[in-house]
């Protein structure tokens, strides 16, 4: 059963766990965006609709599950609030498993205050924990995707990989389909420890520079922006002078999310990415190669 299946990564868990043959029914709010409803309804998941703050609901919706998976993104009231409501729901209704939406880096060994998302994470973990079901997270690192766009590592158009810190830092990427995949697996492994962890490729910048030369066959420089020290300072400036938003990733939550990748803090390891050995795992060079090109 599933929480956020009209969502970017639920969606894609939908359709892993309907190739492995499972029976899936998503929970989806009323006003959810009709063709993604309709997607998942053509993709064989039984759709239900419910009111996310009425915990009744979501306890009738969860009758019989063996697998709660939360896909689902946002702030306190999501990820904290909504999800205590789903917890409390299926444990209310025996469901033996419960996967919450974490799908991030380590956030077990970063420090409290270091990450807004990830601290919201923690928090619900550790209701979590104390509940009577059993529990897995999947930690995944960043979404390798995020490589051709949104995360400001890579820069196409003037060919400089750009980082703070050291070049030489491993990093974890794994790409939303694989993260999806792997996901749909532990679902429907009844034997899942409290934590998974994986990650397509593990690359350092200087790798990432490497690759970014190959894929596009230019020359992509270094650029150290400063050491990390420097970057804290420059994320809590940004977000002072930032208006307070609803928004889930505003700029600073991405600029906190590669400042901890960059301390190496929250490293995956060890990793589990044999566990389901027909998962293949996306090279960072095929997303690269793949990424839609923006003309100059
Ligand atoms: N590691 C990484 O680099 C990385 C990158 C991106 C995302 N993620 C994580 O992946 C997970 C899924 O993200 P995504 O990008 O797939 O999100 P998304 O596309 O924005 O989808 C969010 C889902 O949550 C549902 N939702 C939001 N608020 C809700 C509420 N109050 N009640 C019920 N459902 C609600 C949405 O339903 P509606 O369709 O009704 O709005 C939708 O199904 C999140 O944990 C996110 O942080 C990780």
Redesign the pocket.
């Known amino acids: 059963m599933l929480?956020?299946?009209?969502?970017?990564?639920?969606?894609r868990i939908v359709k892993h766990l309907r190739q492995r043959g499972a029976i899936v029914r998503a929970?989806?709010?009323a006003?959810?965006?009709a063709p993604?409803v309709a997607s998942l309804r053509e993709q064989g998941a039984t759709i239900i609709e419910v009111d996310?703050n009425d915990e009744a609901q979501l306890t009738k919706a969860c009758s019989g599950a063996t697998c709660v998976v939360s896909?689902?993104?946002?702030l306190r009231?999501?990820?904290v609030e909504?999800q205590t409501r789903l917890l409390q729901a299926a444990v209310a209704a025996g469901v033996p498993r419960f996967i919450p939406?974490?799908?991030?880096?380590d956030y077990t060994k970063l420090p409290v205050g270091s990450n807004r998302?990830l601290d919201l994470?923690r928090e619900f973990s550790e209701r979590l924990d104390k509940a009577p079901i059993r529990a897995t997270s999947i930690l995944?690192?960043?979404?390798s995707d995020?490589l051709t766009g949104q995360a400001p590592v890579i820069l196409f158009k003037f060919k400089r990989v750009v980082y703070w810190g050291n070049a030489d830092q491993a990093l974890d990427f794994?790409t939303?389909e694989d993260?999806a995949a792997f996901t749909a697996a532990a679902a429907l492994d009844a034997t899942t420890p409290r934590f998974l962890r994986v990650a397509g490729e593990v690359a350092t910048i200087r790798g990432l520079q490497v690759v970014a030369s190959a894929v596009t066959g230019e020359q992509f420089r270094l650029f150290r922006v400063g050491g990390l020290g420097a970057f804290g300072t420059l994320i809590k400036v940004t977000r002072a002078l930032m208006p307070t938003s609803d928004d889930?990733?505003p700029p600073w939550q991405g600029m906190q999310?590669l400042h901890n990748m960059f301390s190496g803090l929250p490293k995956l390891e060890p990793l589990d990415n044999a566990r389901y050995p027909d998962i293949r795992w996306t090279p960072v060079r095929e997303v690269l190669a793949n990424r839609e090109q923006v003309p100059e």
């Not at 896909?71 to 946002?74: E, Q, R």
């Not at 995944?140 to 979404?143: A, S």
Request: charged letters at 10%.
């Open positions: 929480a956020g299946a009209t969502g970017d990564l639920g969606g929970l989806v709010r006003g959810s965006a993604a996310f896909a689902v993104s946002g009231e999501v990820i909504m939406s974490d799908y991030c880096i998302n994470r995944n690192g960043m979404f995020l794994t939303t993260t889930v990733f999310y």
